[in-house]
């Protein structure tokens, strides 16, 4: 396999064009061709005068030796799973989001039926009850952006980008298109699905778990675990009202980052946990046609993609602010979970068409700026500023919002212009001032002006704020040890909830380690 690198494409041309210019520009025969693929695409916009297509291809040819300058690919291996498969009863997965569900695909491939717990609803139930929050704002508190299949990311861009290095993320990028994601993620620089292909990609992994022996128990949430001699022995569910013990002697513990009375739960019973630095802050929009100017300049007639950016500012006081989820031709998305709160993330489909960009304009946050010492102090002040939020927005789950150029200047906002907001079911005019802490505040407003120097139009006065980004991670981080165990035998903690992944990469990732521990510490 010949790998070729920074081949400069200057044209829309399908991927058979670029392949036929690539072999003829290094003089590969056609004849000594067995396959060959895109491992690579990006943009290279740094000189808005020259945007152009960077791509790697690679070619399997019969005779290496016959192209000897050329760069060899590597071959990237799978680690070894061994397991004894010898499990009394089905290990129990709790939480359907990417961490449970590849918990649950690895499982079901080593031949072991897991039982999926999920308190949501499953995927095309969930979306109904996501679509009537945002026509009537009535909040189901067990189904929403947070809870059920699929988990929080559903509701996203979709995006697979992480900063993680390890070979499972390949099995990921493949297990998606196994089951319905667009092929080209599997080569994009910056590869996304989008909610519209997650609903049907996540439907289609659930049909295959259960078509493999595995079980999913939607509409039922844990409420107890019963825990003897530092060992899990079962689990107290609730059901329709109905409460039900089920006997477990494994549980990957992948619970996503809002299921605060779980924590609650596990705290209580002894469970090790300590709170975790994670970031709070607001939602900015752009017009997309702004965001698209600055990345792409004016000259290119390339047919681009909606831009994207990534940005990052340190104060002088030691505090950060950045950029993150950004959501080219998005909206911005309700994601309460819990009543009388307001949450904002935000979400695109796959071709990302929408008239605005969003992002999460974060600010980190420290275990020194909490009240109290309890491990669940960051979930109190999370809380405590959604709180604030709703009864800024009106007591009505409309989002307070606020233009940037009235932020700047402390003063409440009288008027919406050239950015419509896009969070539903609507929102109120407001002063974001009155309820941020002084110290996310005001490093938002040391950083929006230094990241209109990067990014034109950032710092546009039009440019509105959207009330409050709180759930860009997990506040806790649950304590296990080098087998992934938590220090009460049996229980592993997972994913984004458990303080160990950041986004569908990673978390996806982290199921897939939690099960192979499992499955080898049995």
């Known amino acids: 396999m010949l790998k070729i690198n920074n081949i400069q494409i200057r044209k829309d041309l399908p991927d058979y064009e670029i392949f036929e210019f690539t072999i003829k520009k290094y003089s590969i025969k056609k004849e000594d061709i067995l396959d060959w693929h895109i491992v690579r695409k990006s943009i290279d916009a740094r000189k808005k005068e020259d945007v152009h297509y960077n791509y790697s291809i690679a070619i399997h040819v019969k005779d290496e030796n016959k192209y000897r300058k050329l760069e060899k690919a590597k071959e990237l291996k799978m680690p070894k799973i061994t397991t004894s498969k ?16 590849f918990a649950a695909l690895t499982l079901v491939e ?69 089951f319905g994601a667009p092929k080209s993620i599997a080569y994009l620089s910056k590869p996304h699905i989008g909610t519209d292909n997650l609903i049907h990609i996540i439907k289609n992994m659930r049909e295959y778990i259960i078509s493999k022996g595995g079980t999913f128990l939607f509409n039922t949430k844990v409420i107890d675990f019963e825990i003897q001699n530092q060992h899990i022995v079962s689990l107290r569910t609730l059901h329709n009202q109905l409460e039900e013990t089920l006997k477990v002697d494994n549980v990957i513990l992948a619970i996503g980052h809002s299921s605060r009375d779980t924590f609650e739960t596990l705290h209580k019973k002894g469970v090790f946990m300590e709170p975790k630095n994670f970031s709070v802050g607001v939602r900015i929009e752009h017009l997309q046609k702004w965001i698209n100017k600055s990345q792409y300049g004016t000259i290119t007639k390339l047919n681009l993609p909606s831009a994207e950016y990534k940005l990052a500012y340190h104060s002088t006081n030691g505090r950060s602010c950045y950029t993150f989820c950004m959501c080219p031709g998005g909206v911005v998305m309700p994601s309460s979970s819990e009543p009388n709160t307001i949450v904002t993330n935000g979400m695109s489909n796959f071709l990302r068409n929408g008239i605005n960009a969003n992002s999460a304009l974060l600010v980190n946050v420290t275990p020194k700026d909490f009240k109290g010492s309890s491990p669940l102090a960051g979930i109190y002040f999370q809380k405590d500023l959604e709180e604030k939020a709703f009864v800024l927005g009106g007591s009505n789950y409309f989002a307070p919002i606020q233009r940037v150029g009235d932020f700047l200047q402390n003063q409440k906002s009288k008027f919406i212009g050239e950015v419509t907001p896009t969070y539903q079911p609507g929102f ?20 929006i002006p230094f990241f209109d120097t990067k990014l034109e139009s950032f710092a546009n006065s039009d440019a509105i704020l ?38 569908i990469m990673s978390a996806s990732v982290d199921g897939i380690k939690c099960a192979i521990s499992l499955l080898q510490n049995n």
Do not use: W
């Open 466 to 503: 959207t009330g409050l980004e709180t759930r860009s991670s997990s506040p806790v981080k649950i304590s296990r040890n080098d087998k992934l165990v938590s220090n009460i035998s049996g229980i592993y903690p997972c994913g984004e909830g458990a303080g160990y992944a950041g986004g």
């Open 110 to 178: 080593n031949d072991i039926k897991p039982i999926i717990i999920e308190q949501g609803q499953s995927i095309e139930r969930r979306k109904e009850s996501v679509d009537s929050f945002l026509k009537t704002g009535k909040l189901n508190t067990f189904s929403n952006v947070q809870f059920g299949e699929g988990g929080a990311g559903t509701f996203s861009d979709g995006k697979l980008t992480t900063g993680i290095n390890s070979p499972f993320c390949r099995k990921v990028i493949e297990k998606f298109v196994d």
């Open 86 to 101: 010898h499990l009394s009863s089905s290990p129990v997965i709790i939480g359907s989001g990417p961490a449970g569900l």
């Open 428 to 447: 109120t005019l407001s002063n974001l001032n009155e309820i941020l802490p002084m110290f996310i505040s005001s490093t938002l407003k040391q950083a």
